[in-house]
């Protein structure tokens, strides 16, 4: 699934190509909602995209479209000839004479319409790379679950928003602690170094375009159809049985809350 840095990467690609054009018109593959659901949009402006957590969201001054990519989404910026994806979604036409395709192999992906994001906001918690994510702030997110697990609190987007599996598992190993550790048993030096880390992470899976696992048709692209780069700086995510940067053990992988976690037994 595309988190906050595919996300954000994303959203810097189409920045130069797509503000300020018109929407002409769209038109509808596999969308499972009624195509009229989209009829608002057209002769909108692209005012400016913003990312929210692992949503992209157009900014169409009296209306906002909200794009989440779920397992296996893209977007994609197309020209008038190019050939169109059988796992076309939508594809929206602009008045410079590109196109946005929205395609999704496995059909997850949802694209939402609204004129107010009040209800939407409310269910994400903070930006962990905007100004308002602080160190105390962090402490007291991790203070109000002491029983949750270091990497449930991670993933949990209602507290920090964008996080995923891949990057819980890589910014728990910055940290150099057990992904499986009670926040309760946190102290405030391994509250700052948490802290430090989530940054860290994100901000360089952002700076080398997201992280594009494997070749199949479900992996990451840009809206340039270039994949990520990040995959070859991972330290932990896909290593199992691969030594251990740090302390040359093996890195360990376990299923926790149905999802592969990977770590090394030198993380306390």
Do not use: W
Not at 130 to 156: E, I
Not at 191 to 198: F, G, N, P, R, V
Not at 217 to 237: C, M, S, V
Not at 245 to 252: D, E, I, N, T
């Amino acid at each position: 699934m595309p988190e906050l840095p595919e996300v954000e990467t994303i959203r810097l690609a189409l920045l130069d190509r797509v503000l300020s054009c018109q929407v002409t018109g769209f038109s509808v593959g596999h969308y499972s909602k009624p195509a009229e659901a989209l009829q608002p949009v057209i002769g909108k402006t692209i005012r400016q995209l913003v990312r929210r957590g692992k949503y992209l969201i157009f900014d169409l001054g009296s209306l906002f479209m909200i794009f989440h990519l779920r397992m296996s989404g893209r977007i994609l910026l197309k020209t008038p000839h190019d050939p169109i994806s059988p796992y076309l979604k939508v594809q929206f036409f602009l008045d410079n004479g590109m196109r946005i395709d929205f395609e999704d192999v496995r059909k997850f992906g949802t694209i939402d319409i609204t004129d107010c994001l009040q209800s939407f906001e409310e269910k994400l918690g903070v930006e962990p790379i905007g100004g308002y994510f602080v160190a105390s702030h962090l402490k007291k997110l991790v203070q109000l679950t002491p029983k949750m697990a270091l990497k449930a609190f991670l993933l949990d987007q209602s507290r920090i928003a964008g996080i995923g599996n891949i990057y819980a598992d890589e910014i728990c190993y910055h940290a150099g602690i057990s992904p499986l550790k009670k926040l309760g048993d946190l102290d405030q030096k391994s509250t700052e170094k948490l802290y430090q880390a989530i940054i860290a992470v994100l901000k360089k899976a952002i700076a080398f375009q997201g992280t594009s696992l494997g070749t199949g048709l479900t992996n990451f692209k840009n809206p340039h159809a270039d994949h990520g780069q990040n995959q070859h700086h991972l330290l932990i995510y896909g290593r199992q049985g691969l030594p251990c940067f740090r302390c040359g053990g093996p890195v360990q992988k376990e299923r926790f809350q149905s999802r592969g976690t990977h770590f090394c037994t030198c993380q306390n």
